[in-house]
């Protein structure tokens, strides 16, 4: 069945330093990406997407590359603070046929920890 | 500033008592979603809705039932709440989940839901 998956459940790294988290997925029908962040007591906020015919997207200090060869998606962020100590979930939205419409399926999450 | 909002934050409810999640999106979506999440477990869907009156079973749809009268307004129904219903329950809203279209979801603060 459809999954998607983070490599890794904790990721410390330095403050300054960059950060990288990776996520597998599994249905290469997936047309669309996306990386959430959920900090502590809160609800999950968008940080970054991608649709399946790009490669890379950069925002403000984020970027998000896609390699749809092996179903792979980084988060990429740059110069890490502590505000980016969260839980990072990926998510694949897996269209449905004939229908035309998917859900979004979310990885298990990554904790990232910055440490000052 | 588009709003997913959940009535209550916290909730502490007895073994067997009926209980009532609400979500109110003022973004005029027509996608509407209750999550469960849980340590280990990631976000696990239980029921969503393309529009007014409609809904669809999500992974683990037992145990609870939904209700959608107004667009805005998406309620998730314990019927008879039990202890491993215990979690943190996320409700979401989106646009569109058609192919080629760009748009995640947004996430109210959830509910953390403890029955005792």
């Known amino acids: 069945g459809e999954s998607v998956g983070l490599h890794l459940p904790t990721l410390s790294v330095q403050e300054g330093d960059n950060s990288i988290i990776n996520c597998a997925y599994s249905n290469s029908a997936s047309d669309y990406f996306i990386w959430y962040k959920q900090e502590s007591g809160k609800g999950p906020q968008f940080i970054i997407d991608?649709?399946?015919?790009?490669d890379k997207r950069q925002g403000q200090r984020v970027t998000v590359l896609l390699n749809k060869t092996v179903k792979h998606l980084s988060l990429q962020i740059a110069a890490t603070q502590p505000g980016d100590s969260a839980v990072y979930f990926c998510a694949e939205r897996g269209i449905k046929e004939p229908s035309n419409t998917g859900k979004l399926i979310f990885g298990q999450g990554t904790t990232l920890q910055v440490k000052p | 500033d588009v709003k997913v909002t959940q009535s209550s934050r916290y909730l502490v409810k007895r073994t067997g008592e009926k209980v009532f999640l609400e979500c109110v999106q003022d973004?005029?979506?027509?996608?509407m979603f209750w999550y469960r999440q849980d340590p280990g477990l990631g976000l696990r869907l239980i029921y969503f809705s393309y529009d007014v009156k409609m809904k669809e079973k999500g992974d683990i749809p037992e145990g609870y039932s939904v209700s959608r009268e107004k667009k805005e307004r998406f309620s998730l129904i314990l019927e008879s709440a039990s202890t491993n219903q215990t979690s943190m329950y996320l409700c979401?809203?989106?646009?569109?989940?058609?192919?080629?279209?760009?748009?995640?979801?947004?996430f109210g603060s959830g509910t953390r839901l403890t029955v005792v």
């Open positions: 979401a809203s989106s646009l569109s989940t058609g192919r080629g279209q760009r748009d995640g979801y947004t």
């Open positions: 991608i649709r399946s015919n790009m």
């Open positions: 973004m005029d979506h027509e996608n």
